[in-house]
C-alpha cells in the first residue's frame, strides 16, 4: 500500500530537548516535505527536498533542520523545541505531477 | 498577508444542498490543488488544476480555475454527510518550485 508514515504520532516534551520526528514514504518519490498546522494559520511549509541532499527553506523554517540522506526518509529536527514549536505536523510527498500524499500527522506538545 | 484567501470559513448545511467554496488571490498561481480533511487525519487531494478556465469534475464535486489563474472554486452539488470536513486549497506561483501556500480553510458541515 502506498502510503506516508510518520513517527510518533503523538508526543509531549519539555522546552530544549532535541527531538526527532521521523518521516518514510514507500513510492519512490523525489519530493518531500513537512508542514505545521495552527489553528488560525492553517497550513504552513516548514521546509522541502527536491532529491536526495537537496532541501530548502519554506515559509517558517525557524528552529527546525531536516535532512534527506535517502530518498525515502525525510525526518524533521527540532535542535531546542520551545513552546511557540506545539503545533501539528504533517510530512508529505510528492509525484512530478502534483500528486501529493500526506502522512496521517504528529501532535507535538513542547512544555 | 494570507495569500489564499477561503471563503466562506463556516459553512452547515442540509443534506440535498448544493454549495461553492471559493478559493481567491491576487497573485498568479501555475496550478492550484484541493484538499479535503477529516479530523485527526491528513490532507487528502481532491484535485489540481492547472490550465486558466480549466473545469475538473469528480463525481458531485466540480473544480474551476479562474482564466487568469488567479482563483479557483469548488461547487458540491446535492451535498451528502461524508462530504462533511475541511476543504483546503493550495497553490504554486512558481512551476516545479514545490512551494506551496495553503488558504486556511472552509470547514463544512452536511446534516442530515
Known amino acids: 500500500e502506498a502510503q506516508v508514515t510518520q513517527n510518533p504520532r503523538y508526543l509531549i516534551t519539555v522546552t530544549g530537548k532535541k527531538l526527532t520526528v521521523t518521516c518514510s514514504q514507500n513510492?519512490?518519490?523525489?519530493?518531500m516535505s513537512w508542514y505545521r498546522q495552527d489553528p488560525g494559520l492553517g497550513l504552513r511549509q516548514i521546509y522541502y527536498s527536491m532529491n536526495v541532499e537537496v532541501t530548502d527553506k519554506g515559509d517558517v523554517p525557524e528552529g527546525y533542520k531536516v535532512s534527506r540522506k535517502e530518498k525515502r526518509n525525510f525526518p524533521l529536527i527540532l535542535e531546542s523545541p520551545s513552546p511557540n514549536q506545539t503545533s501539528l505536523y504533517f510530512c508529505?510527498?510528492?509525484?512530478?505531477?502534483?500528486?501529493?500524499?500526506f502522512g496521517p500527522g504528529t501532535r507535538l506538545t513542547v512544555t | 498577508t494570507q495569500l489564499l484567501e477561503q471563503s466562506p470559513q463556516f459553512l452547515s448545511i442540509q443534506e440535498g444542498e448544493n454549495l461553492t467554496v471559493y478559493c481567491n488571490s491576487s497573485s498568479v498561481f501555475s496550478s492550484l490543488q484541493w484538499y479535503r480533511q477529516e479530523p485527526g487525519e491528513g490532507p487528502v487531494l481532491l484535485v489540481t488544476v492547472v490550465t486558466g478556465g480549466e473545469v475538473k469534475k469528480l463525481k458531485r464535486l466540480t473544480f474551476q480555475f479562474g482564466d487568469a489563474r488567479k482563483d479557483s472554486s469548488l461547487h458540491i452539488t446535492a451535498a451528502q454527510p461524508g462530504d462533511t470536513g475541511l476543504y483546503l486549497c493550495a497553490g504554486e506561483m512558481r512551476a516545479g518550485s514545490y512551494q506551496l501556500t495553503f488558504g486556511k480553510g472552509t470547514k463544512l458541515s452536511v446534516i442530515p
Open positions: 513510492m519512490n518519490h523525489e519530493y
Open positions: 508529505a510527498s510528492r509525484t512530478t505531477d502534483y500528486e501529493q500524499y
